[in-house]
């Protein structure tokens, strides 16, 4: 019987790989090691390369990498042949920078699909339950002549930032003789009358339900970042998580919902709440009613049109930083 030893290559870069492959995972690799001298020990770049699969029908599928080049480094030190580990990124750093990434590559893509139609946003479960304090204060407004600030404040986190925000937007103003008292302007008043018109099963909360969507869709970045409400953002990583492999191919590509899972847990910027009977199916549902993506025949998942049309000019900047393999 004949032994073959293998040999483990000893270099900075194949001992960081190593702590790589046990405790984050292969879509995080090692650049060249460059050793500081001032410091003694091998500064080694660590990037994200993260593959895709697109499998348009009757035809080959494609594959392609998302190559984000220095999200972070490690920092190791060489006694002889012996390697250790002066420093080295956690896994949520790293989760966190990478969503980033991918946040600003999908930046304008988001932008699209938060802009195309506002106000269907607050129909949406997640956007609800979490951004709840605007519809108790829009509905109050409506049904109340005046509300006072000091109630509004008690109604649920942010209350105060939403009021400003409905301040900002034109649709609620401050009562002149109470300074802490606001009331329904014009404006808020011209969007009752107008869903009481062409909604058949009208109800002041469907008016509310519009002005949450477009609080959501303009406020959208501070509500995930400096609110830190993350739960409604799945609706918006699952979409442009379709449009951003979409665009990449250059056609409204038919999805499984399992396929589209697969990229919005890479792209998505938190793991939504999932409650026993609401997940990503549910998500995607809602997504779809509210016109955002659509089903084909097949009952996968496939774009807009009108969104897509208005996302393909961004098709440059994608191909660039996914290259074909």
């Avoid at 699969?53 to 012996?82: C, H, M, T, W």
């Avoid at 937007?169 to 401050?174: A, K, R, S, T, V």
Wanted: proline residues 4%; charged residues 30%; hydrophobic residues 40%.
């Amino acid at each position: 019987m004949t032994t073959i030893a293998i040999e483990e290559i000893q270099s900075p870069e194949a001992f960081v790989m190593c702590r790589l492959a046990r405790r984050i995972g292969v879509n995080i690799r090692p650049g060249e090691a460059v050793y500081d001298k001032e410091r003694l020990l091998w500064k080694v770049p660590l990037r994200a390369v993260v593959t895709s699969q697109v499998a348009p029908k009757d035809r080959p599928s494609k594959r392609f990498v998302y190559d984000f080049k220095n999200i972070a480094e490690a920092l190791v030190e060489q006694d002889g042949d012996q390697y250790h580990m002066r420093h080295f990124p956690n896994a949520e750093f790293l989760e966190d920078y990478l969503v980033r990434e991918f946040d600003t590559l999908t930046e304008k893509i988001e932008n699209v699909i938060l802009s195309y139609d506002n106000e269907v946003w607050g129909q949406f479960t997640y956007v609800r339950t979490f951004l709840r304090p605007v519809y108790d204060i829009v509905t109050n407004a409506l049904t109340e002549r005046k509300l006072s600030l000091d109630f509004i404040e008690q109604t649920g986190k942010h209350s105060g930032h939403y009021v400003q925000m409905l301040l900002d937007m034109g649709l609620l103003e401050i009562d002149e003789n109470q300074p802490r008292q606001v009331r329904a302007s014009n404006e808020l008043t011209r969007l009752h009358e107008r869903v009481y018109r062409f909604d058949t099963k009208f109800d002041v909360f469907n008016v509310a339900s519009a002005v949450a969507g477009r609080i959501f869709s303009s406020q959208y970045r501070r509500i995930r970042n400096e609110f830190k409400i993350y739960s409604p953002t799945a609706y918006v990583d699952a979409t442009k998580a379709y449009y951003l492999d979409a665009v990449r191919m250059g056609e409204r590509i038919p999805m499984t919902e399992k396929e589209l899972y697969q990229k919005f847990r890479i792209v998505g910027h938190r793991n939504p709440y999932e409650s026993k009977n609401f997940k990503f199916k549910t998500i995607i549902s809602e997504v779809v009613g509210g016109k955002l993506l659509e089903r084909d025949a097949d009952d996968n998942v496939i774009g807009s049109k009108s969104i897509f049309d208005k996302v393909m000019p961004f098709q440059d900047e994608i191909v660039k930083a996914a290259p074909e393999i």
